[in-house]
């Protein structure tokens, strides 16, 4: 069964400093890997997808890599700024029972603080 | 903005009372989802539509009933429903759906925050 980590489950940074957030998972088979943020009692607003074929992927100051391999992903945030507070998630599509499914971490709370 | 419409945006009702949460897209989508997400919880999968089909049932009680009327609605019907069923309702959608070799990335609405009392 796939189970998907993400640590710190909560950092806080000064603004302006650059950020790595973690990400683990324990079955390497997987399809593809999302981040999302989610800012509270909203929705999830999708960041980047990394297919299985590919490394990394890149939007803004964002950089999202992968290590299929290593069962590993980081989400990397370039000059970060309180507007980048929110909850950020990892997800990774794989099979799962016969289906494929989205699984879920349980994310990284951000704060950026002025 | 979300490309995913959610309405209501709250919804307080008894346990004894039959509502509606409503999900639209209007980016061709073929693949629409229900995740139900509890405070400082990942969102967990609940159905999946593909194709107007429900593909995916993961084992939800069946005081939740979906519906997809058409390729850009979803529907979740709720009746009997009990306190713990409180929490926010996501609807999701994307090209074709998990079953279908689909790796685009998901959509999602900003949630229904559902209370039961």
């Known amino acids: 069964k796939q189970e998907v980590t993400q640590i710190p489950a909560a950092l806080s940074v000064p603004e302006g400093e650059n950020l790595v957030l973690n990400c683990s998972f324990t079955?390497?088979?997987?399809?593809?890997l999302q981040w999302f943020r989610q800012d509270p009692g909203k929705g999830l607003t999708s960041l980047l997808l990394?297919?299985?074929?590919?490394r990394e992927q890149t939007s803004g100051r964002l950089n999202a890599s992968l290590d299929k391999s290593s069962g590993r992903s980081t989400l990397y945030i370039a000059a970060s700024q309180p507007g980048d507070s929110a909850t950020y998630l990892c997800?990774?599509?794989?099979?799962?029972?016969?289906?494929?499914?989205?699984?879920f971490g349980k994310g990284t709370k951000l704060t950026v603080n002025p | 903005d979300t490309e995913v419409t959610q309405t209501p945006k709250h919804l307080v009702m008894g346990m004894t009372n039959k509502k509606s949460l409503k999900c639209e897209q209007h980016?061709?989508?073929?693949?629409m989802y229900w995740y139900k997400q509890k405070a400082k919880k990942p969102p967990e999968l609940m159905f999946v539509?593909?194709?107007?089909?429900?593909?995916i049932n993961e084992s939800v009680p069946s005081r939740f009933s979906p519906e997809c009327p058409n390729s850009s609605l979803l529907n979740l019907h709720l009746h009997a429903l009990q306190p713990e069923d409180s929490a926010l309702y996501l609807c999701?959608?994307?090209?074709?759906?998990?079953?279908?070799?689909?790796?685009?990335?998901?959509?999602f609405g900003n949630g229904t925050r559902l209370t039961v009392t």
């Open positions: 999701a959608s994307s090209h074709r759906g998990l079953a279908f070799g689909d790796n685009s990335p998901l959509h």
């Open positions: 079955d390497s088979a997987i399809y593809n």
């Open positions: 990394i297919q299985s074929s590919q």
């Open positions: 997800a990774v599509k794989g099979k799962q029972g016969g289906s494929e499914k989205l699984v």
């Open positions: 980016m061709g989508h073929r693949a």
């Open positions: 539509y593909s194709y107007e089909k429900l593909s």
